[in-house]
């Protein structure tokens, strides 16, 4: 049987006194895509240098496609594209010289011509690099990224600074080449993009995981349903408002002030919890029935928002 696409085990790495990655476990397979989801500084960053051999551990295990990226790394290159945050090129270099010239390395590329018109690049082809704007910029270091047909890319928040049409341009692509069996890991910031992509989604803060799981499967709660909440005033009696509903629903304040009723919603529930407000002169606020979504997870894990 084949090694997953990213295996990582204990991964520590430390800047100084500042420990980016504390003991993160992590594991892809082959196919699919994953997306490390974390607000500025959680590390997400660092743990993708790691597996891409840029950075060495300071201790734990990291495999991809069953390699050492550091000391396997001439056997990895190939197999692998990269596309780093911020991207970066020669200023004076066109758009299809750039890609033209990657696409040399590989064995077998794709068709640049394509993937420029596939990533609204086509217009932009003769266009220096220092001239593009900051989406295209990033298309284009995307389309490196992917020009030799790689196995498994790492994207570092390959949608940052795209306006929303570009944005969708990008995850239209990203589907596809899962579709076909490429291994994609991607971090971003935003939820909706994890959401939209990704077959699991690994939340980190402060270096470790907070929680893993398909996007489905994170966004219903412990009870496996939808669940109901709603915002009021910190510090309400919650165990007094699961003596009021049916047995076995329970009521936790997931953040301060918002509170989540666990258990299977239905219109008598929803009707007991604003009549238990009422009773105590509480206006239930943004009160939501459905999943929720990652950011609310976030926010009920570490009680911050994700995009602080
Ligand atoms: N070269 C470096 N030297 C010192 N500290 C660093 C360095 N790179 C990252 N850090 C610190 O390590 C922590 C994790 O950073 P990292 O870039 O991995 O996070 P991130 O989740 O990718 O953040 P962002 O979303 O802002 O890119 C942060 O506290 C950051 O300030």
């Known amino acids: 049987m084949s090694a997953p696409a990213v295996e990582i085990t ?129 298309r284009l270091s995307l389309a490196c990224a992917l020009v030799g047909r790689p196995e498994l890319v790492f994207l570092d928040e390959p949608t940052a600074g795209m306006d929303p049409q570009a944005r969708h341009l990008v995850w239209d692509l990203l589907s596809a080449l899962r579709r076909d069996g490429v ?17 699991t989604v690994v939340i980190v803060d402060h270096g470790k995981v907070v929680v893993s799981g398909a996007p489905q499967s994170l966004t219903v709660d412990e009870s496996g349903t939808a669940g109901l909440r ?31 009723v666990v258990g299977a919603v239905d219109p008598q529930v929803v009707s007991t919890v604003t009549a238990w407000c009422a009773q105590q002169g509480v206006l239930p606020e943004e009160l939501q029935v459905g999943k929720r979504t990652l950011e609310e997870v976030f926010l009920e894990l570490t009680g911050r928002e994700l995009r602080a």
């Open 183 to 199: 291994s994609v890991l991607l971090t971003t910031h935003l939820m909706e993009e994890a959401e939209a992509l990704a077959d």
């Open 230 to 260: 709603f915002k009021a005033r910190t510090r309400l009696d919650t165990a007094l408002l699961a003596a009021a509903l049916p047995e076995g629903y329970a009521v936790r304040e997931s953040a301060p002030g918002t509170y989540v």
């Open 10 to 138: 204990g991964l520590v790495k430390s800047y100084g006194s500042t420990r980016a990655v504390d003991d993160l476990d992590l594991r892809m397979e082959r196919g699919s895509l994953l997306a490390l989801l974390g607000p500025n500084g959680a590390g997400k960053t660092t743990t993708v240098e790691v597996c891409e051999g840029f950075l060495r551990p300071d201790s734990g295990t990291v495999r991809v496609l069953g390699l050492d990226p550091v000391r396997e790394s001439a056997e990895l290159r190939p197999r692998v594209g990269i596309m780093p945050q911020g991207g970066g090129a020669y200023p004076g270099v066109r758009a299809d010289e750039m890609l033209r010239l990657v696409a040399s390395c590989a064995a077998t590329p794709l068709d640049p011509a394509w993937l420029l018109d596939v990533l609204g690049l086509a217009a932009v082809r003769r266009t220096p690099f220092k001239r593009l704007s900051g989406g295209q910029q990033q």
